[in-house]
């Protein structure tokens, strides 16, 4: 369940960079970047602020009672 509210999340943060960089100011694609580099920090490091604020909120991680869930 983390994996899918992770995804959903980092995906709407992207396209919603492209937008405000097309509509708004070009400079809205240092967001952009900003995912990027997060992104490939927490392959290397293993630690990624947003799965931590998740797990805060309460989304359990994959490997549950549930297999079909």
């Not at 960079?17 to 070009?26: E, I, K, Q, R």
């Not at 400079?27 to 799965?51: D, H, P, R, Y």
């Amino acid at each position: 369940m983390l994996n899918t509210y992770f995804r959903v999340i980092v995906g709407t943060m992207v396209l919603l960079s492209v937008v405000l960089t097309v509509y708004v100011n070009p400079n809205w694609m240092w967001f952009t970047v900003f995912i990027g580099v997060n992104l490939i920090q927490s392959a290397f490091t293993k630690w990624c602020l947003l799965e931590t604020i998740l797990v805060k909120l309460g989304v359990k991680k994959e490997g549950g009672s549930c297999k079909s869930c």
